[in-house]
Every structure is written in C-alpha cells, then in structure tokens.
C-alpha cells in the first residue's frame, strides 16, 4: 500500500486505511467507495489537495489525449456528475493520486525533483533534458510504458512544467517498446 504524502487527519488516516486501492474483488470495491467519498469530501473541505493535483483533474489543459475536456468533464459527459463522481469506482485513481503524488519509484521521483529543482519552473529545454531519464527510469524498473507515462507527466507538472511541456515527457514515455 502507498503511503499518502499529504498530512492527514486521524479520522482521515481511518478512510484512507479502510479504501482498498488495489482491489481484487467487487465487495472490496464496494466497500470502499463510501469510505472514498468521506474523504474526498474531508480533503476538499480544508483544502488539503494540492492545487496542481486538483487541476489534473479539473483542467482540460492537464488532459492532453482529452481532446479539449477535462477528466471531470468526462465523467460528467458520461452521466456522472457533482457528489456522484467522488463515488464512482473510476474515482478511485485520482483520489490515489490526491494523496500519494504519481505512481513511481520513489528513487525516480526523487531523481527527477533533483534534477528538475534547477528553476522555479519547467522550460521545454528542461523538460528534453528530464526525457532521457524518465526513459530509463521505465526500463530499469520494467514499468508499464503506458501507466507511467502518465505517472511522469504529473511528475513534471508538480515540478513546475507546463501541461503542453510535460506531454512531451508523457508522449516520449509512451512511445518505449
């Protein structure tokens, strides 16, 4: 189980402790969504979600194979909408995310802040420069192409890059075979 890397709350290390992530059946799912859906709404309420996870979510500009909707918008485009999305099961990957930060080695992620900790923000220049090694990092963790190179774009956000910037890591990520 990932560790979250924001401070909870008693009660809410209780939601958190009782929300199966890594489900590996429908009554482990269901019962976690109700537990999901207290926390979400305790996160929102004080304000504990970093705002540049929150806009991964929220903004178009964070979805870039999302052709011009934001992932909230999707759910809604699909029926789901207001408090119904902090319970629906697909929720349960952007809550992971609130929480814990990408889903990455901590050695990569902590290599990658390193080397991206030279400026306040992210050019397109740095951003080729983190490529390379956001390309290793998948093949000497045998990481799933695919799932990381989303995990490497929030990476780069949270590090200062902009969205269009940090899809050329993702898109570099995606293309390993």
Known sequence: ????????????????????????????????????????????ERGAIPEIRIAYFTDPEFNPGGRGKSRQRVFENNGTSGGEIIRHPHFMKYLEYFLCGPKLPSAAIDNFKKKASSSGYLTG???????????????????????????????????????????NVRKSVRAIR
């Open 125 to 167: 220049s740095d951003i080729n420069d983190l490529t390379p090694f956001a390309r290793s990092c998948v093949r000497e963790n045998r990481l799933d192409p695919h799932n990381a190179a989303d995990e490497f774009f929030k990476l780069a956000v949270e590090c200062g890059a902009r969205p269009a910037y940090a899809d």
């Open 1 to 44: 189980m990932r560790k979250p890397d924001i401070v909870l709350t008693g009660e809410e290390q209780k939601l958190f402790l009782s929300i199966k992530f890594d489900w590996n059946s429908h009554d482990e799912l269901r019962g976690s969504l109700e537990p999901m859906s207290l926390l979400t709404k305790c996160l929102f």
